[in-house]
Structure formats: C-alpha cells, structure tokens
Nanobody, 124 residues
C-alpha cells in the first residue's frame, strides 16, 4: 500500500513558477515509477510527466516539455514537479500517482495509487 499527499499548489501569474511535492508512505516507493497527471474543469485527466524508479529516466507530455521538470528523492520518499513559465492553460488539479512497477508509463491505467490532488491556477 502506498499513500500519496501532494502539496505546493496555488495561484500564480502567467510566466511564474511553482514546485509541487508528493510525499509517499510505504516501503515500495523506491521500486515504483512515479507520475504527475492533471485534470482541468470539464476535461479528462491527462498525463504530464513520469520518472522511473531510479530517477534515471523521465518522460514529458509535449505540452509541458522544456517547462516542467520531474525529479525524485528516494531517501525522502518524495517526488517533485518543478513548473516554470506557467501558462493559463496549465490551470488544473494536479495529481501524483505511483505506478504498478519500475518503468515509466503514460496511461492512467498504469498507476495503482493516487493522491488527492492539488489545485494550480495560473492567471493571465
């Protein structure tokens, strides 16, 4: 069992930055790939970024590539999402998720555990 708690969301102006954190409980965190997803009002939940169990591999949605950076600290059981050059279209609830295994996946079905989400609002 893995429990995930996100933090770091808030209101920011366009062009600004936020850093999301996801604290995980459970002994299997370091053996799982981790991902960030987001869901805007009236839209489906979508993949944002993922990182392998070791942190050596990362993958990003085209919409955030070059602006967002995912990282993890296995010693602290925490995964991060650094978001720079934020745009109004980045406004959404952001969810942290733990995969079933060590490899990066981009589909919702590939993730076994989910956090409660944190709101990110980017004003124009």
């Amino acid at each position: 069992q893995v429990q995930l708690v996100e933090s770091g969301g808030g209101l920011v102006q366009a062009g600004g930055s936020l850093r999301l954190s996801c604290a995980a409980s459970g002994r299997t965190f370091s053996s799982r790939a981790m991902g960030w997803f987001r869901q805007a009002p009236g839209k489906e939940r979508e993949f944002v970024a993922a990182i392998s169990w070791s942190g050596d591999s990362t993958y990003y949605a085209d919409s955030v590539k070059g602006r967002f950076t995912i990282s993890r600290d296995n010693a602290k059981n925490t995964v991060y999402l650094q978001m720079n050059s934020l745009k109004p279209e980045d406004t959404a609830v952001y969810y942290c998720a733990a995969s079933y295994g060590p490899l990066i996946l981009t589909t919702i079905s590939g993730y076994a555990y989910w956090g409660q989400g944190t709101q990110v609002t980017v004003s124009s």
